[in-house]
């Protein structure tokens, strides 16, 4: 399909004699990328859309099933009211809206701390280990690159005990400054496994010929190689971000009242007094909305590999 | 006041035309227990708790943050009598509590704003989720990170506490401030207490009872098909069933019938681990059966040997894994959450035992197929029951055993040693928690949506309820099933020992593979009783014992 | 320090060694013991506060400390020593090793306390709650695990878990070449394939696990009778409550597959697919020969991740079936966290962990070794 497309301007005028069987091939595979490429993103987007309109829905509604809002039942502020945020609470004060944006706030900080600290120190130890052979000791490339991937392996709840004693001795118990360095930790494998594949297929033609003129190697590393490697970068950033975002145990475990992030505030929406579907609802709404908008402003650096690629 | 039955009781008094409905069935309830309402004793109409029960008051919605903060201010009374103005100043501390449903420590804060307002002391505050909060408590306790000068608590912990010495004891002037006599009898020592020394602020109790669909067992059709039955286990008319037994021969006879074209079914198990908590269902299953009178144990024995396989509980189990088949598919994954809030309050089956927290949301409620139709009883009795010291199955004299399981025994507040160092603090943390056990604050949370349930001997008085917009006959209701469980001669506590919820959750894990039918009930219950005893010996089995019947109030 | 080579690691990338060093110069003598000082200055600081520390901690010496925070900047300190030392003692050797030395070092330095912890843990008896404290004892926490039914249940539901993460390999690079051809609205279908796996595990628990698959109203139960499934129920039957939860944790990990092949296929250079076509190839020779081998490396790093990913998983198990239907789709990490968290019971659990751990990095070693076999074959 993709060689289709790339030859298209190529191809197309010597075979216009043999056109229209092809073009009856051609629009065939069209319809059916098309068809597939809606069937999965309803599946993708169905579950989503059935959040955010449970957040719109009574209690009522949400055992009842109901579906579309305005034909199925009639939707209601109650879950965004839980928030503050609804249109008629939005504009007064609300203890918790204060602490949903305390924590929407510290969510983000801690998210995006420890992804761009991933993403420099990541990509620094993934270019190392692609561009040049490592012997500490006994370990080389291979073992350091499994070193930081064996980070991933352990179950995280096993280190609670551990990280707890750690963080209370190190004084970094209920601070952000503490989460983010464990997530970093937890998305650092996950960045340089990535970027050293990015690494690998840039040919290192390319700073060799910049050495030559004269360049340090950080300035070949940093003016040529890294706008080659951005798509790898943002694709990284993003994958770090949302799993920091989304991570709960760390979260629950490290934080008290200062650091606490969204997932722990979501968490606290069931209990034995009953299941407030709309504020779950509201809260994963409210939570993805800017990993959406990073998402969508994001999305067109991943395509720009596309052309830097290409153009040699 | 539990959020939902609040609103479900708001909602059942809006339509005249079920008041009617049921009212048969309130009274019906009335007229076979002890009536209360002939008990209510008169209270001045200006008195802070006349004032502070029409805060929002009847038809004005759900109390709001400011409201929190009225009550509080108003219910500075017994405080001031102890307190001086301004006297905390400078004095901080932390309080850890839930933060469910933006209840509880969300409550606590307004209710302590006028307090530090007026005492100058601050307070930070720590909100857990109800899911963590036993692993939280645990690692704290364990790694001595305990950052919380004060703690919203449940009492099957005390035992945790007690035994590391975390726990400060309760003044003197404390218990006069809160009018410590005033509590039912099942929460007072040895409940809140450890080695002696009383710790509970006592703020919530808690106990299982059933929840029933009127409009199902008073359905005419239905009592035709049920003449018909052949084992009606004594229940001769259809109508609310007052044994398991007859619990079970209902739900087999329901399965499959249908009330005003919608199916039916009758009562509902909660077969899946819920952190410790599904052992109480299995529990309140098995009281009845394993609850002797005046034997204080029903659990353990008193060398804390489980009496979890015996013949009883086996029953209770076996009981479970007979009824699955006639309960809703599916029924297998059925958490007490989803028993609860996804299939009982929408309509699906009859039957429901837990906790005080049902009904269905009042904005919702108008077009509800159960918001008129609940009624409460107490748990479900037994024609026979297990005396173990004996080996044998008896009939009592008295008719069949009742024994109402007072599951986790309700959230209180507790005070942690960190502050006794310091005299200001210490007095700083006991007044808070003080005001929030206070009494006339009490009648409003049970009243009001809270998370928290009547606990006082005071809060049978129905005219104070009325106050805040209920229907004498239906709370009347309502507060006869409660405090008919509270008072019960028999009723069923657990033992507050070190890691008792350990012992739930392995029970639960077992007791899961049974529901599933991959063994019988006697070989997990067998299962279940080894662990436990590996468990005791693990924990260190003298202790054990000795702080079980410290806690069981035996010896 | 260990001195680095410039040799390049396979046969791609075709230049010598020898013309960075060239362009260079030698390291002069000043600097390599001006490097040598820093690195011994930074050292005997770092130990120094580190002993003082200790000392004060156990009683020995007077001074009270609140916290160890003094030992770590002092470590900080120590690992700015040793980079300035490297650049200055090997020249651009060292400006080399300061690519991976902060990585190193971080890491190194977050876990090594909780691995040396963890791993003295797992040999205790250590159950929270236990009035006697903790005591080590040998080998009995394996000597339990070896007896343990739920260990051995959760490791077979392992293995099924892992094997379908093929299967989600394929659809996700069927999903990502389709992203990548040439279609209108690229930007929507992106984001709209990338939104899955940005909504929390418990949302997804909750909200597709409880809500969407709930029996009696929920849509997918609707569906399931619309296509003529009479009784749907998602989690009784132990395969069909396996499918099901693999199923949503696929849903929520599949776009991760899609961005990392994605990415690699926007990266391939067009010029060798472009030749091919004009030499006659079909579609699918050149996606079989040309597109599939170059993406092998993304390929592997993808599938590797993913099962990592996958062997622990827990979140939805946890919240969705608690581990059951009679333990059907308990797995490893949901059993180590009830034995963890509910009954406290620290010692056992975190031995199952590291059991389970070093169970992995053979799986995973191995795996890497067939990949980069089966890589080598290819190109």
Known sequence: MTSEVAAHAVVEEPEETRAAPRQAGRVAGRIA????????????????????STSLKLGRDVTQGHLIPWVDFAPAWKGWQS???????????????????????????????ASAFAIVIGSLAAYGLSRFDYKFGPWRNRDISFFFVSQLILPPVVLALPFLVLYKELALLDTRIGLILVYTLMVLPIVIWVMRDQFDTIPPEMEQAALVDGCSIWGAFVRIVLPMALPGMVAAFILSLVLCWNEYFFASLLTGFDAQTLPVMVASQTGSSGINWWTIAALATAAIAPLLLIGIFLERYIVMGLTVGAGK | MRVHIYERLMAMQSSRRDVLKGAAGAAATLAASSSILSSTPSFAEDSVVAQIMKIPGAGNGSPTD?????????????????????????????????????????????????????????????????????????????????????????????????????????????????????????????????????????????????????????????????????DKAGLATWGAPKTWLQVQQVTKFLKGKKVKGKEVYGFLDQPKPWGGFQFYFTASRATAYAKYPGEKNWMFDENMKPLVNNPAWVRAIQDVVDLLPYEPADQINADPGTTAFQQFLPGTGALLEWWGDIGTSAKTSDTATIGDVLDFDILPASDDVYNFRKAQWEKLPTGPNVAPNMAYLGWGIYVMKTVDSDAKRHKAAWSAAAHLGGKDLSMWTSAYPSGFQPYRKSHTNLDLWALAGYDKKYIGSYMDSQSTSYNHPNSAIEPRIPGIFQYYSIAEDELQKTFAGKQTAQQGADNVAAAWDKLTDKLGRENQVKYYRVAMGLA | MARRELNRRDGH????????????????????????????????????????QICSASGVVPIGFGNWQPTMFAFLLWGVALGVSQVLKYGDGGKQTLFVLPALLFTAAMVIFPTIFGLYIAFTDWNLNAQSGHHINGLDNLRTLWGDSYFWNALANMVFYVLTVLVQYVIAFGLALLLNADIRGRKFFRVAFLLPFMLSPVAVSWMIGKSLMENRFGPLANFARWLGWENPAFFTDPWIARTTIIAMDAWVWIPFMVILLLAGLQALPQDVKEAAKVDGASTWQTFWEITFPLMLPVSVTAIVLRTIFELKLADIVINVTAGGPGGATDTISSFVYREYRDRSNVGYATMIAEVYLVLVIIFIMLLLKVANRYMQKMT
């Open chain 1, 33 to 52: 990328i098309y068809a597939l490429l809606l069937v999965w993103t309803f599946i993708a987007l169905f579950p989503i859309y059935w959040t955010l």
């Open chain 1, 83 to 113: 928030l503050g945020l609804s249109p008629d609470t939005i504009f007064e004060t609300s203890n918790v809206r204060d602490e949903f944006l305390k924590k929407f706030i510290n969510s983000v900080i801690c998210s995006v701390g």
């Open chain 2, 66 to 230: 400011s409201d929190w903060q009225k009550v509080g201010a108003l219910c500075l009374g017994p405080t001031k009598q102890y307190v001086q103005p301004g006297e905390f100043k400078g004095v901080d501390f932390s309080f850890m509590g839930l933060n469910n449903q933006n209840l509880h420590n969300f409550l606590f804060r307004g209710f302590l704003k006028p307090w530090e307002a007026y005492t100058g002391a601050s307070i930070k505050w720590i909100d857990l989720a109800q899911a963590d909060y036993n692993a939280r408590l645990q690692q704290s306790i364990a790694t001595g990170t305990t950052d919380f000068d004060i703690i919203e608590m449940g009492a099957p912990f005390e035992g945790d506490m007690g035994v590391k010495d975390l726990l400060s004891e309760m003044p003197d002037w404390v218990m006069k401030q809160v009018d410590f006599d005033d509590y039912v009898n099942y929460l007072k020592p040895p409940v809140g207490t450890w080695n002696g020394k009383i710790h509970r602020t006592c703020i919530d109790s808690d106990c299982h009872t059933m929840n029933r669909r009127t409009d199902v067992f008073g359905d005419a059709d239905l009592a035709k098909q049920w003449a018909d039955w052949n």
């Open chain 3, 13 to 52: 990338r075709a230049v010598s060694s020898g013309r960075i060093e060239a362009a260079h110069g030698d390291v002069l003598p000043g600097q390599v013991s001006a490097g040598n000082w820093i690195f011994r200055l930074g050292s005997a600081f770092f130990v120094a506060v580190a002993a003082l």
